[in-house]
């Protein structure tokens, strides 16, 4: 239980840092997948679609 809360506070504060990241840069990308390996398992994809000028974000 206690490991599940870690691993959704680390997924929570990976997504937030890449979202600010993107946006602070002002960076336009039109595809983004990211896969990523934590205590051998896949956590999650993420999938950003960035368009100008009207910015819109996509988590799956």
Same mark, same amino acid.
């Given at each position: 239980?206690?490991?599940?809360?870690?691993?959704?506070?680390?997924?929570?504060?990976?997504?937030?840092?890449? #979202?600010?990241?993107?946006?602070?840069?002002?960076?336009?990308?039109?595809?983004?997948?990211?896969?990523?390996?934590?205590?051998?398992?896949?956590?999650?994809? #993420?999938?950003?679609?960035?368009?100008?000028?009207?910015?819109? #974000?996509?988590?799956?």
């Amino acid at each position: 239980m206690v490991l599940d809360m870690l691993e959704l506070t680390i997924k929570s504060f990976v997504a937030i840092y890449i #979202i600010r990241l993107v946006l602070k840069h002002n960076l336009f990308i039109s595809k983004l997948i990211i896969k990523i390996k934590f205590l051998a398992s896949h956590l999650f994809m #993420i999938r950003f679609s960035l368009n100008y000028p009207k910015s819109s #974000i996509y988590l799956f």
